[in-house]
């Protein structure tokens, strides 16, 4: 085809999803136009079917979170051996209670212009939850397995040129298959991918950087491509665009290139800096002519893990202060969002968190992306269960046929990142225990290790006793204990590596804006209302608060950091209400459902961000009728010493002191009386001088909405979000934090209303309706752009309250 009719085709077409002919390989996005319908139907892959009367959707998308919530979806009777339960009781709420089980089905179509006979033609998934089947013009190109599992299938010989070609994908959530909400569609992207006679093949490239010095580094490139007599050139350079190394050929006669590439004065990728390069790669045939090309990002860094050293990051030690997430966006659900992950990164680094963990499953390519460019440590993932079941339909069911697959997809695809640091083979296996369970760890790990030798492997051990005794955790790079605080020493001293990582932390339990009386640590404490305390000394009865932690974490050099359980609170998992409906989200977050910062946030900013002071007061001071009452006020401070006042009147100075875990990281008055009015503390500084106070008010009758937008400007592409806080003032502005009003949305100009969340883990509204109530005085309206640049208006009212505008604004 003539150069002038491919670019009239890539201009007219692309947009269309019909794929110019090109030299180079064409990939193109399948998102919109999608039609969907929940249940199963026969001859659904042909393309004579008729699925006019089906929902339109855009890809990526989950078909569950719209709901009905309903106690009766997975409800689970089982015996959860990671709880320490010995008696199986009935479970709701466990996987979310959202309808998640069942079929569903999704076709769209796409174009191909005339091709090459050597062309190939993939279909490309970045997950499909779950159990998917894929059908081209009606016929099944393939399936697959695990709903979290990068693959692709070779779509060739089944599409037709120039004409429509039918995409039809099956999929069918088990019941019993998740420990938490797994969501339910495609849920991640799906593209098309066009590879010319000669290409660069699909996640063949690796970049290292094997030497690295202030000074030089050296750049080695492993590239796999399909093809003969072929030449590589390759340029580096940098975010702007910048050639720093100028073209660097190797000729090619087999089906592998190798480049080393000398980078003068690197700067290093880091949390601090989190600097990225771009390796810009051409791939030409004997005669010169041009063949295939692409752009691969990288980042410079070295990484170690030794004894009497722990981590390294280019050479100095770091200790990992690092966050568990679940693949769920809250209101969102399992759908990926690029903005939802911007906005959950951002908070767990303004906490000064610096690593995050992709509990249990392997992570979207967004997340991944945002962590190389927002400098965040990643420990990435790969499954839930091994052989032995936690759940009857888990990954058990595909273990034996999926799990070399499913692991050389997940580190070919993403093991440029450098944000990934380590990589994880499963999380509280049952085969923790006896010979085949060693076995297979370390079969995992030499397949890691085979695709990816720069990387440690670690597993989240929770059964310490047995892998101390079997060898299973002596085996591992690096050994991961989830809990289990009281065998740290043991552990270190009988395992050889001579370092531990805090795979999994905490798991304290707190409902934002909630407490109880009295106040006192509790193992498993449940209330009427199927809320938490967040006096922050709730957990259960595996865990521990996040004091047990951070001494280790603190006074330990061999304990090379930590992942909390969790960053944000997640759809499932009601722990400890897993048998009280209606709750159905967790309670471990550090941030609730919505994202919005619960008093145990502070705990953590208190000690791990070192660029900004943190200053906290907890709880609220709104308590009718509890005049005259001891109601304790705890500071999370990173100053060591402050004063409480009430009403003017002292309460005392209190300062951090090794005398107890909870002096040492908080500082306590337990006596305080209450009386409304004004809670005021003073924080002084190693000098005893005051540097810092917060004040906390008793408010009026709520009065006034207010809204606060995390961003004002938007991209006009029909994706991007503002998420913004809602919350209700007295006449004289002081919020109300006991508020339960209900509230009203409506969006209009170049938006819509997304959803609204407000954290309550036994609340049934639905995300998507135009209406919430306040919890504990706030909750999460997410307005979302349109393609079409303009002003977006959100207005909030509630009834007896004046309403709430803003204007959030969307660009090209």
Partial sequence: MKKLTTILLLILLYVAGILPVQAQHQSVLLEKNWKFSKGDFKNAEQLNFDDADWETVTVPHDWAIYGPFDKDVDKQVIAISQNNEKEANEKTGRTGALPHIGDGWYRTTFQLPELSPESRVLAVFEGAMSDPEVFVNGEKVGEWGYGYSYFNLDITDQVTIGGNNLLAVHLSPKPLSSRWYPGAGLFRKVRVLVLPENHFQLWGTFVTTPFVSDSLAKI??????????????????????????????????????????????????????????????????????????????????????????????????????????????????????????????????????????????????????????????????????????????????????????????????????????????????????????????????????????????????????????????????????????????????????????????????????????????????????????????????????????????????????????????????????????????????????????????????????????????????????????????????????????????????????DSSKLERYRLMWDDVVYEPGELKVVAFDENGQSIEEKIVRTSGTPHRIVLDPDRSTLQADGKDLSFVTVSVVDKNGIPCPTATSQLKFKVSGAGKFRAACNGDATSLELFHLPTMKLFSGKLVVLVQSSEMPGDIELAVSGKGLKGGKITVFSTD
């Fill in 220 to 657: 080695n490139i492993k590239t796999k491509v399909a093809g003969q007599h072929l030449r590589l050139e390759t340029i580096i350079k940098d975010a702007d665009g910048n050639v720093l190394v100028a073209e660097t050929e190797t000729a090619l006669f087999g089906d592998d290139f190798e480049q080393n590439i000398a980078l003068k004065n690197p700067r290093l990728w880091s949390p601090e800096s989190p600097t990225l390069y771009y390796a810009e790669s051409k791939l030409y045939d004997e005669n010169g002519s041009l063949q295939d090309e692409q752009t691969t990002r990288f980042g410079v860094r070295t990484i170690s893990y030794k004894a009497g050293e722990g981590f390294k990051l280019n050479g100095e030690v770091r200790k990992f202060k690092g966050v568990c997430l679940h693949h769920d966006l809250g209101p969102l659900g399992a759908a990926v969002n690029k903005a939802a992950l911007r906005r959950q990164i951002q908070l767990m680094k303004d906490m000064g968190a610096n690593a995050i963990r992709s509990s249990h499953n392997m992570p979207s390519m967004e997340q991944l992306e945002l962590c190389d460019e927002m400098g965040v440590l990643f420990m990435a993932e790969s499954f839930d269960e091994w052989k032995k079941p936690k759940v009857k339909n888990g990954y058990n069911r595909f273990f034996d046929e999926y799990h070399e697959k499913d692991i050389v997809n997940l580190v070919s695809a993403t093991r440029n990142h450098p944000c990934i640091v380590m990589w994880s083979s499963g999380n509280e296996v049952p085969d923790q225990h006896g010979s085949e369970g060693v076995k297979r760890a370390r079969k995992l790990q030499d397949i890691f290790q085979r695709e990816d030798p720069t990387r440690a492997v670690t597993v989240g051990m929770d059964q310490v006793k047995a892998v101390m005794a079997s060898g299973f955790g002596a085996i591992m790079d690096v050994p991961g204990l989830n809990y289990r605080t009281h065998l740290y020493e043991e552990a270190f001293e009988r395992f050889p590596q001579g370092i531990l990582l805090g795979s999994e932390t905490a798991s304290t339990v707190s409902s934002r804006g909630i407490y109880k009386f009295p106040v006192e640590k509790a193992v498993g404490k449940k209330y009427e209302d199927g809320q938490c305390s967040s006096y922050d000394l709730e957990y259960c009865n595996w865990s521990n608060l996040p004091e047990d932690d951070a001494v280790l974490q603190d006074d330990k050099d061999w304990v090379i950091g930590e992942f909390v359980w969790t960053g944000f609170d997640y759809l499932g998992e009601p722990t400890p209400y897993d048998q009280y409906w209606p709750s159905r989200s967790s309670y471990f977050g550090i941030c609730d459902l919505a994202g919005l910062p619960k008093d145990r946030y502070y705990w953590y900013k208190s000690r791990w961000d070192t660029d900004e002071s943190t200053l906290h007061v907890l709880p609220h001071w709104n308590w009718e009728g509890k005049e005259g009452d001891t109601i304790p006020v705890f500071v999370y401070s990173s100053y060591n010493s402050a004063e409480l006042f009430v009403n003017g009147k002292s309460m005392g100075v209190r300062t951090k002191n």
